[in-house]
């Protein structure tokens, strides 16, 4: 089985979104980020990880600021999880933010991303048919 296919199906239904979705390029950044945020460094090729790290960093790279930054018991059932709050968080404050132009550019490297592994994938299934 293709080791990356996880990848491949999450950034393709990102690409997806980013392609059709409703709204501007942060909303659709959302749902695709939504879409993707899963992905760990064992579902992306090495030599693609850096790429992936970039996008990340990019919808994620400012803090938000709240009034509590803490939560006293973050995972209480009856409080959401802190780690997930401080991403959305993080995510949801960064594409407030951002402008139309730096969202293109990370909507275009999710885009690279999904072909590179796409074309990875294609490679994977021609090397299948010669055995």
């Known amino acids: 089985m293709f080791p990356y ?6 950034l393709s239904t990102s690409v997806r979104i980013l392609a059709i979705g409703e709204g501007d390029i942060r909303s659709r950044l959302q749902g695709a980020f939504n879409e993707f945020h899963t992905l760990q460094s064992k579902d992306i090729p090495p030599e693609l990880q850096k790429d992936y790290a970039w996008i990340i960093k990019e919808l994620t790279k400012r803090e938000p600021k709240y009034q ?3 939560i006293d018991n973050p995972f209480d059932e009856n409080q959401m999880n802190y780690l997930e709050w401080k991403k959305d968080g993080s995510l949801l404050y960064n594409l407030r933010r951002m402008k139309n132009r730096t969202g293109s550019r990370i909507a275009k490297k999710v885009c690279d991303l999904q072909d590179s592994i796409q074309l990875a994938y294609e490679e994977y299934r021609l090397e299948l048919r010669k055995s």
Do not use: N, Q, S
């Open 68 to 70: 509590f930054d803490t």
């Open 5 to 10: 296919l996880y990848a491949h199906e999450k």
